[in-house]
């Protein structure tokens, strides 16, 4: 089981067993039809129904993402969308990736390889690439190491590793997206370059994404000021609280309990911002992780389109905008 699935549920069987000891046999049978009774409602809050990636999706996401790009690219880009998961397996992946593709192929500002072969990562490979984006590629518990999970070799996983990490810091771009933030999780190196390690999540709920800054050229999609979908509400951990990061998107929760919200927004009983996107420099290359979205619908949202593209440019070099650290500015 995940270790987010986990958390979510002990903390609700614990919940529900401490109100069970109170009540008589008669009253817990009365409570146990009702939980029966509610348990496709529930279904329904919690999770969205799986969509199929269908050729008639591509056309709807095609039609609505945008026609050019925000800048024009410097020179021909060329992406990785590396798609393998050995852990928990979003059913998204595949739809991100279509997105992710979508968008480059239509604007021009870059082309794409969508693979899950890790010879990418080898040194006479990866310099072909401009910019690598990492779609939800979890990784499995102790670990929490995903070259060592397809490769069983611990030395080899730690080399392509150090491959990743020295391409980004020779001047390359890095995008992971959603759950890729768990794919060297236990990592320090890896997750100060990309800003943080995955912590946990509670269960999907309605997030808002408000933008921090509206006249950054990447948040510049939101023409609002912020967006609502259907997500995980991540959490982050080690690297996140250095806020060594340009942050793009604060979250919030409008419909949890205050149990919840007070989990997801204190830490050590103190008030703090959870952020579900940033940018940040690492070396002379540049990391945008993309924390929306779990579900393949959200994408059905012209600005996350936009947003996302805009991202991607930064990460290629070709849209300059301020990354400077939140940690600096304050």
Wanted: net charge negative.
């Amino acid at each position: 089981m995940p270790e987010w699935e986990c958390v979510e549920r002990c903390t609700q069987c614990s919940s529900v067993a401490s109100k069970f000891k109170t009540i008589n046999p008669m009253k817990y049978l009365i409570a146990f039809l009702v939980l029966v009774l509610a348990i496709p409602t529930l279904a329904h809050v919690s999770n969205v129904k799986r969509i199929k990636l269908t050729p008639e999706w591509s056309e709807k996401i095609e039609g609505l993402a945008p026609s050019n790009p925000q800048a024009a690219p410097q020179t021909e880009r060329l992406v990785l969308i590396f798609t393998l998961m050995t852990g928990f397996e979003h059913w998204v992946t595949p739809h991100t990736a279509e997105v992710i593709r979508i968008l480059g192929e239509k604007t021009g500002a870059y082309e794409s390889v969508v693979s899950d072969d890790l010879s990418h990562f080898e040194a006479e490979n990866i310099g072909r690439f401009d910019a690598i984006i990492l779609v939800n590629n979890c990784s499995k518990r102790p670990e929490r190491n995903l070259f060592y999970d397809a490769l069983g070799d611990m030395e080899k996983a730690n080399e392509l590793e150090e491959n990743l990490i020295r391409f980004v810091e020779e001047g390359n771009g890095l995008v992971p997206v959603h759950g890729a933030i768990v794919m060297q999780n236990n990592s320090e190196p890896f997750c100060e370059m990309i800003g943080g390690a995955f912590a946990f999540h509670p269960k999907q709920t309605i997030v808002t994404g408000k933008v921090v800054d509206s006249s950054h050229p990447i948040t510049s999609a939101f023409e609002a000021g912020e967006f609502h979908h259907k997500d995980e509400p991540y959490l982050f951990k080690g690297a996140y609280y250095d806020f060594d990061f340009r942050p793009l998107l604060e979250m919030e929760l409008p419909d949890v309990d205050q149990e919840v919200r007070d989990q997801v927004f204190l830490r050590n009983g103190e008030p703090i911002k959870r952020y579900i996107s940033w940018i940040r420099s690492h070396g002379e290359g540049r990391v945008f992780y993309c924390g929306p979205a779990h579900n393949a619908q959200s994408f059905e949202d012209p600005e996350l389109l936009q947003f996302i593209l805009n991202g991607i440019q930064y990460a290629l070099g070709d849209l300059e905008c301020d990354d400077s650290p939140l940690a600096q500015q304050e």
